[in-house]
C-alpha cells in the first residue's frame, strides 16, 4: 500500500516548494495528490511546473486560482475591481513563461477525484465537490457542508484543500476529513499561532487494514530567498506578496489598498496596456 504526499495551496512560492519536496524525498513517498491552486501570487511559474512534472502524480484537482487564471487569460473578470485587476496582472506576469494552452488545459482537472486504499474510498477535492471557492469549510464551517464532502458517493475519508490550515475533524456519521494545509501561504487567525508560517504538507500512509498513520508535517523555508527572488523578477504587487509571507496577512481582497498599490507602482498602465494588446 503507497505512501501518499498531499500538496495544497503553493500559490507560486517555489522555494517553500522547493522545501517541501526535499523534504517529502526523504520520507519514501510513493504518489503525490495535487490539491490545487498551483500557481500565483508567488515567484513560481514554469520552475513550478516542472519541479511537479518530475513526480508521480497520481491525483490532481482543480483549485479556484487555477479558474481565476483561466478567466484573467479570457477577459472574463471585472476589469473595474481592483482585486480583480490584481488577478489579471499576475496573469500576465504568468504568461511570460506559460502558454495559453497550458493555462487552458489545467481548466480541464476534474473538481473531485476519488480512490480507494486499504478497503476505504478516500474522496478528494480542493474545496466543496462542486464548488471551488468560498469559506464553507473554514474551522466554523457549518457541520452540514463538511458532511457534504463524504456524500454523493459515500466515501470513509475526505482530503481537501483551500482553507490554508491544516485540520483534522469528523462528519456526522463519523468518516474522516483531512486539509494538508498550504504550502506557500499558511494562514492562522490566532496571532501566537501566526508566528508559524512554515510550509505544510501532509502524508498519509495506507495498508492492508486501512489508513496506518497522518503525517501533519511543516518545512522550514528561506523566505528571504522567496522574496528576494520576487524582487529580481519584479513580482506584481511585491508588498501583498510580502505581507502573506512575513505576517500571515492576506490582502487579496483589500481593494483599497490594492488599488493604491497598483497606481504606486505603475501596475495600472501595465494592466492596461496588456488588455489593449490582447493575450500576448
Known sequence: MPKIAILSDIHGNSTALEAVLIDAGQQDIEEYWLLGDILMPGTGRRNILDQLSSLPITVQVLGNW?????????????????????????????????????????????????????????????????????????????????????????????????????????ASGGQLILNPGSIGQPFFLDARLRKDLRAQYAILEFDDKGLVDIDFRRVEYDVEAELSLARKLELPYYEVYYESLVNGIHHTHNQELLHKIERNQGHDKELDNWLLGGND
Not at 499576475?90 to 506559460?98: K, N, R
Not at 466554523?140 to 481537501?160: E, H, M, W
Request: charged share 30%; hydrophobic share 35%.
Open 66 to 170: 487555477e479558474d481565476s487564471l483561466h478567466r484573467a487569460l479570457h477577459r472574463l473578470l471585472d476589469e473595474t475591481r481592483p482585486s480583480h485587476r490584481y488577478l489579471m496582472r499576475h496573469c500576465q506576469y504568468i504568461l511570460e513563461e506559460i502558454t495559453a494552452e497550458e493555462i487552458d488545459k489545467m481548466q480541464n482537472l476534474p473538481m473531485k477525484l476519488y480512490r480507494e486504499l486499504g478497503g476505504l474510498r478516500i474522496g478528494i477535492s480542493h474545496h466543496l465537490p462542486d464548488k471551488n471557492w468560498g469559506r464553507e469549510l473554514i474551522h466554523t464551517g457549518a457541520q452540514k457542508d463538511f458532511d457534504r464532502l463524504v456524500s454523493n458517493p459515500v466515501c470513509d475519508i475526505a482530503v481537501y484543500g483551500h482553507i490554508h490550515q491544516q485540520f483534522l475533524r469528523y
